[in-house]
Each structure stands twice: as C-alpha cells, then as structure tokens.
C-alpha cells in the first residue's frame, strides 16, 4: 500500500527548534516529489514547498522561504520539515503529499502533524 | 494570500447540486492542469479530481471537474450528507510550485 505516515503531534515553546517526519512506503521514494502544506486553525491549505528525493532539488513558496527547511533522506524515504526558531503563528496542522507528476496533482497525502507553539 | 479564488461556502439540499468555482489567471489555470481537493472534517485532503476533469479511481461520477479559459469548475450532483466537507482547487506549474485556492465549504442543507 502506498502510504505516507507523519510523526505525531509536537508542543514548542517560541524560539525553540523542530523537525517532524513524513515516512513514505510502498513506492519508489527517490522519484516523486514530495510536498509540504500548512493548515493555521480554522484556515486553509497554504503550500510551502517541496523537495524531490533522489537530489534533494528544493523549492520553496515565497511565504516561507528562510523560515523553514524542508529535506529528505533517501535511505530511510523519510522527508522532513523543520524550523530553527520557532514562532507562535507557526501553530498549524502540517500535511506532507506526494506529487503524481505525471497527472500534475496531489494524490497521496500523510494524515498530518499538529505543531503547537505557545510559551 | 492565495492567487486561485473560491467561494467561501455553497449549500444545498440532499440530492441536488452544487458547482464550485475556482478563478485565476493566464499563468496559472490559464496555462497548467487543475486539480480538486476534498477535506472531510478533522481528516486529511484527498484527490478528487485530476488533469481538470479525470477521476482516480474509486472517486464517484458524482463528482466532475472542468476548466474553461482562466476558470475551474466542481460540480457534485446527487449531494449527500457525507459530502459535507472543504473543497480546494489547486495548479501545479512548470515553474515546480503550486498554487492553491481559498477553499470552499459545502454544506448539505
């Protein structure tokens, strides 16, 4: 079964750092890419980037290029996301999905990582 | 802030239907595919609708897409309570970004 499986929920403090995980099974990992998208409480999907396995080639929307990082590791086909200096309006539930390339969409998604930030 | 533009609710009652809209631009529904999202409540989003109109498989005929000029279009016939839900369009360009809409709520009445 083709499946992305992402790491549980996390509570930060402002400032503090964070990586969380998307662990994909059952495709070839390297050749897909895989993307990353926040939902704030309440709100909708906002894209953040994406990363494609097998070179690492990494972009980023304008909205969150230099607050976060998003890498993978081919060995483990594990994709992560993470921040250095964590703030409160980065409380969001965050989505990893792997992009169909060849039907230009979004066809498997994790089942999301609630990231709570408060002091 | 979003760049593809959506109602922000559509209702109806059981079994009649509902179209959601999703506009944008020459550079992005004017010039790539569209796809359509579906987020039952507390769960995660789930392909509905790929290449503007193609279903995967197990998405029923209910559900149907389209695209004209810089505009997109849902359309889900014969409502059911269970399709209450958030619904999101979205482009993948060549430039290796994307783009999604503002999302829309369905409510079944």
């Known amino acids: 079964e083709v499946q992305l499986v992402q790491s549980g929920a996390e509570g930060k403090k402002p400032g503090e750092s964070l990586k969380i995980s998307c662990k994909a099974s059952?495709?070839?990992?390297?050749?897909?890419?895989i993307a990353w998208v926040r939902q704030m409480p309440g709100k909708g999907l906002e894209w953040m980037g994406i990363?494609?396995?097998?070179?690492?080639?990494?972009r980023y929307s304008p909205s969150f290029q230099g607050h976060v990082t998003i890498s993978a590791d081919k060995s483990n086909t594990t994709a992560y996301l993470q921040w250095s200096n964590l703030k409160t309006s980065d409380t969001a539930i965050y989505y990893c999905?792997?992009?169909?390339?060849?039907?230009?969409?979004?066809?498997?998604w994790g089942q999301g990582t609630m990231v709570t930030v408060s002091s | 802030q979003s760049v593809l533009t959506q109602p922000p609710s559509v209702s109806a009652a059981p079994g009649q239907k509902v179209t959601i809209s999703c506009s944008g631009s020459s550079s992005n529904i004017g010039t790539n595919y569209v796809s359509w999202y579906q987020q039952l409540p507390g769960t995660a989003p789930k392909l509905l609708i790929y290449e503007n109109n193609q279903r995967p498989s197990g998405i029923p005929d209910r559900f149907s897409g389209s695209k004209s000029g810089t505009s997109a279009t849902l359309d889900i016939t014969g409502l059911q309570t269970g399709d209450e839900a958030d619904y999101y369009c979205a482009v993948w360009d060549t430039t290796l970004t994307a783009s999604v809409g503002t999302g829309t709520t369905v409510t079944v009445l």
């Open positions: 990363i494609y396995p097998d070179d690492s080639d990494t």
């Open positions: 999905a792997r992009l169909e390339a060849t039907r230009d969409a979004f066809d498997i």
């Open positions: 059952g495709y070839s990992f390297s050749t897909y890419w």
